[in-house]
């Protein structure tokens, strides 16, 4: 009610000075008119002097009205600014940041939970990949596929194709791209029995990610790796050495299944 009441007054005092400001250029063009007449007859009544003194108060006058009103319109229009504008385009802003996160978890990752839910798990995959292409940076999709390849359709050579795709599909953050280093590693492991394979993508990630946590993990699973050959011990599980990854995807998970504020 206070920035409806503050923009009346500024709207009144605008138009108020807008009419001052106007009369008083009438009221000089009359005066200019006078002045020309007694010029051309000569002023025999010696009225001239009176009414160029007037006429330049007019011009000072109307001078004053002038910045009034430059200022007074400013006035009003930061007003309209803040009260119209300024929120428009915040919202507008906001939606553009947050709408298409938000659009990808409501229309795409929700119709491939359901659809999981439902036992639909091939409609699932399609699901999220679609949910994929709309958020490609976003690893989670991929990591839904490959999980339900490998624990729901049990087709661990689709598991591992998927997650050489989806390596390979982006320029991913050294996080992302060791997890699904580490999820191939395991595959080949621990599925598919080819221990020659997950060694080779430890290497991959020793050499990739230097001095990280990623190649030290790595490097540790190889050396345990080794000594369990040696022993001929079981094989420790890849999936115990990514258990930083397993916390990261999930929060992600907490992140995107909370319901809007």
């Known amino acids: 009610m206070l920035k409806w009441s503050l923009y009346l007054v500024l709207a009144v005092l605008v138009g108020g000075s807008w009419m001052m400001y106007s009369k008083k250029g009438s009221d000089i063009t009359s005066i200019n008119r006078q ?3 007694l010029q051309e007859i000569g002023d ?37 600014f803040v009260i119209y504008a300024l929120p ?3 919202q507008r802003v906001s939606q553009s940041v947050y709408d298409s996160a938000e659009s990808v978890e ?14 639909d798990y091939e409609g699932a995959i399609e699901a999220f990949k679609v949910a994929a292409d709309a958020d490609p940076m976003n690893r989670l ?31 991913w953050q050294p996080n992302d791209a060791a997890y699904f280093l580490f999820r191939l590693a395991e595959l080949h492991d621990e599925v598919e029995g080819d221990r020659a394979a997950a060694v080779a993508i430890m290497n991959r990630v020793v050499e990739e990610f ?8 790595a490097t540790h699973k ?3 790796w080794s000594a369990a050959g040696s022993a001929g011990n079981v094989v420790p599980r890849v999936s115990d050495l990514a258990a930083e990854e397993e916390e990261y995807l999930a929060r992600m998970r907490q992140t995107t299944t909370q319901p809007p504020a």
Do not use: C
């Open 88 to 90: 428009f385009f915040a």
């Open 141 to 171: 999709p991929w990591v839904e596929i490959i999980k339900i390849y490998k624990e729901n359709l049990h087709d661990a050579a689709a598991a591992v194709q998927t997650a050489r795709q989806a390596l390979e599909s982006h320029e």
């Open 106 to 119: 409501k229309d795409f990752m929700r119709d491939a939970r359901s659809l999981f839910a439902q036992g």
């Open 35 to 37: 002045v020309s007449q």
């Open 44 to 80: 025999p009544d010696e009225k001239l002097p009176d009414i160029q003194t007037r006429l330049h108060a007019l011009e000072g006058e109307r001078t004053f009205s002038g910045i009034l009103l430059t200022f007074l319109s400013a006035g009003l229009a930061a007003v309209f």
């Open 222 to 224: 190889l050396h345990e």
């Open 210 to 217: 230097p001095g990280t946590r990623h190649s030290a993990n």
